[in-house]
């Protein structure tokens, strides 16, 4: 069936610095979709890309999806503790609304 | 903007018993939620997509008679675990589809179940 891999599983950053969380999928995706999970909490979507090589930005936020529509990436630009939380990605095959979600990745920021 | 409740937020029972978990979408209507089970730093897991009207369709490994899913109206789904068991402790997060042109999944708050 289908996997979605993310990477890193964790990462540290100082308050300031750049952050990058990448998805992989087995298959070719229709779409994929971001998700935000801040502690204690549920999933928030971010943002769906839909186009092959779409770029997409939210303020500090750029979502990317690849030209074979198998891996995307998020990354954020000057880190905010505001921006802890962990990121999933989720990708969708075909015309089926089901989500395949990755593992996400855990952003700690230290002020 | 769509929003997804769920209830109760958190639940603790004893073994053996069975617990209900309501998922509403307010504000608009839905007629496919989705079930998901997240263990503590974890990803979501699908369990089952539960469509208004039919039966729901589970996933693989999902016990179906253990996991009990209604969705009588497009606004209501729930989810009945039966015969809980310490093992069944999760978090238990519903979405709805929002039939935008994104097709959105909006997520309820989540079901905390502690089984003692």
Redesign the interface.
Known sequence: ?QQVMQIPQYQHVQEGEDFTTYCNSSTTLSNI?W?KQRPG?????LI?LVKSGEVKKQKRLTFQFGEAKKNSSLHITATQTTDVGTY?CAGREGSN????????T?LTVNP | GAVVSQHPSWVICKSGTSVKIECRSLDFQAT?M?WYRQFP??????MA?SNEGSKATYE?GVEKDKFLINHASLTLSTLTVTSAHPEDSSFY?CSA?SGTV?????????TRLTVL
């Open positions: 069936g979709q998700y909490g549920h999933p928030v979507f769906q999933f609304y089901k989500l395949t979600f990755g593992k996400g855990l | 496919t989705f730093k974890q990803s979501l897991m699908l997509t693989q997060i589809l994104y097709n959105e999944q909006f997520f309820g708050p989540g």
